[in-house]
């Protein structure tokens, strides 16, 4: 009799445990980390391999990204471009001249390392990310204000390329 109710005991504690650790791995999943990647990619040029790390509750990581020449026989005058999340500029660059003659630049190509830590940001799904790019290109300048909404832009577990978002 005694033997059968430690036995009772051992499956009632190692299925107790099993169900904590499975209801604690997806609470893991659900509250890690959102990876919301994209391009951006405008008449002139693209802003390509763009990514936001969500790390839960209140942290932002952002990466590095390609700019990139959209067409053929355009030449730049200066580049500024600008992301933000409610009132937080989270990623802000400004390029004076043409960004795409410049030694690190190749094939109409150049890398912004914009990599950066940003502490105390909320970051939800359901928020929108605003894009603000000024540009000149052959002596017009352009000015370009549009709005991406998060939900739109998640990673999938599997993916073989961004989502293209354009703004005009």
């Known amino acids: 009799m005694k033997k059968g109710r ?19 791995s997806q609470y893991q999943l659900r509250y890690g980390q959102t990876v919301y990647t994209f391009d951006i990619a405008t008449e002139d040029l693209y802003l390509r391999d763009i990514d936001l790390v969500a790390v839960s509750p209140y942290a932002l990581f952002t990466t590095g990204h390609f700019l990139e ?18 009132e937080t500029m989270i990623l802000s ?5 043409d960004p795409f003659t410049f030694p690190d630049a190749a094939n109409g190509k150049a890398y912004s390392d914009t990599s950066n830590l940003i502490q105390d940001i909320r970051v939800r799904k359901r ?3 605003q894009v603000e790019i000024h540009y000149t290109v052959n002596g017009e300048p352009k000015e370009i204000v549009g709005e ?6 998640i990673r999938p577990f599997s993916y073989s390329t961004n989502k293209v978002v354009y703004l005009q």
């Open 69 to 86: 020449i959209n067409g053929e026989n355009k030449s730049f005058d200066g580049i500024s471009y600008g992301f933000s999340l409610g």
């Open 148 to 153: 991406i909404k998060l939900s739109d832009v």
């Open 127 to 129: 928020d929108s990310l």
């Open 93 to 97: 660059l400004s390029q004076a001249g």
């Open 6 to 24: 430690l036995i009772k005991a051992l499956i009632t504690i190692c299925f107790l445990w099993a169900a904590i650790s499975f209801f604690y």
